[in-house]
């Protein structure tokens, strides 16, 4: 059995996922220990417990440790299934953390997988759910994988509530990634969204926004707004945020997102929004912060090298790298250092259900 220490790196629930969705695939067993031992509140919460359920459920695999507050888990995969699994993480865990869990496990799945899942689709310290289907998703297709996400209700911090489908046609094989520079702006999409609250939130978010992209010499904008009145509105509770993303003539993405605060002004929101685009964009990669580190499972499994540019190196991309390491010994290089741009090299293992 391969044994991770949780509390390495930044020590969060990264390591988890990735740990147990590489043991999910390989077929082998993993122990990690000291799960996000150095958290104020270490151990499981709700929404790890789910990850892990769920990647379970694909794999028939047998679990111990999967209560809250846990700090070790045991995971051993006995065989792979597809089919349809539904799961309600309660409250506002987040979505967007199980599909980043459970996504590696079924890109390679021996039949179509549907995911239904009812928790957070906005909610601080995770990528919202807009960023997953319209920056993540977009950058699996360049690697060969089908993920369709749909949103079918929000559901912010505290009461969640919100529901997400997500189907996915998994692949032979994943095909490497070369993504290294952004090139040419095309221009700038985005969604901003408020839920039982006035409509004029999300027009402001919005408007703020286009604003600070034009001062900085970006014209080519559509961002949508998405609210509710109040006879319509079936969410739980109340709740804004906004996602952007800028596209390239070379067809990359730059996600930035922010949520709403109670007492913070609409425009702030939007205004913090655009000048984190800007920021990475300034770098001139082609992969933005969030998601390099996310990449990284399916860069060390597809067959060939992949090559990205990273706007910004993070812990989290340090981590899940020494993750991958130690599951599957994958050779790969990282040029530039934490908090500024890099260009990670992956070698990957070419990973086939046919091996």
């Not at 799960?35 to 695999?61: E, F, N, W």
């Not at 969410?235 to 990359?252: C, D, F, M, R």
């Not at 702030?268 to 300034?282: K, T, Y």
């Amino acid at each position: 059995m391969i044994e991770i220490d949780g509390s390495h790196g930044e020590g969060g629930g990264q390591i988890l996922r990735t740990s147990v969705a590489l043991s999910a695939l390989t077929m082998r067993p993993v122990r990690i220990s000291r799960i996000r031992a150095g958290r104020p509140k270490p151990g499981l919460k709700r929404q790890h417990m789910a990850g892990i359920d769920i990647i379970a459920q694909l794999v028939d695999a047998k679990v111990s440790g999967l209560d809250i507050g846990s700090t070790a888990v045991e995971f051993s995969p006995q065989g792979r299934r597809g089919g349809h699994y539904s799961y309600d993480v309660g409250t506002a865990g987040s979505i967007s953390l199980i599909l980043q869990a459970a996504l590696p496990t079924a890109a390679l799945a021996p039949e179509p997988i549907t995911l239904s899942l009812t928790g957070g689709t906005d909610v601080s310290w995770s990528p919202p759910i807009d960023y997953m289907r319209e920056v993540f998703a977009h950058s699996l297709q360049r690697m060969g994988l089908h993920v369709e996400v749909s949103l079918r209700k929000r559901g912010h911090f505290p009461r969640g509530g919100g529901r997400v489908s997500c189907t996915i046609t998994p692949v032979e094989e994943l095909t490497p990634l070369e993504l290294v520079y952004f090139g040419d702006l095309v221009g700038v999409s985005g969604i901003s969204h408020c839920v039982r609250l006035p409509p004029h939130v999300a027009r402001r978010q919005a408007d703020s926004a286009q604003s600070v992209l034009r001062e900085n010499g970006i014209e080519q904008i559509a961002i949508d707004t998405e609210s509710y009145q109040k006879n319509e509105d079936r969410h739980l509770g109340p709740g804004s945020g906004i996602v952007i993303w800028a596209e390239s003539e070379q067809g990359a993405k730059l996600g930035a997102d922010r949520l709403g605060e109670r007492g913070k002004p609409a425009e702030d929101v939007g205004s913090e929004c655009a000048h984190q685009l800007i920021d990475e964009l300034s770098t001139g990669m082609a992969v933005d912060s969030h998601l390099c580190d996310m990449l990284v499972p399916y860069m060390v499994l597809a067959k060939g090298t992949s090559m990205i540019g990273v706007t910004k190196i993070t812990s989290h991309l340090e981590t899940n790298l020494w993750v991958a390491q130690i599951m599957l010994s994958v050779d790969f290089s990282l040029e530039g250092a934490v908090g500024g741009p890099g260009k990670l090299t992956v070698r990957g293992v070419g990973f086939s259900l046919r091996d």
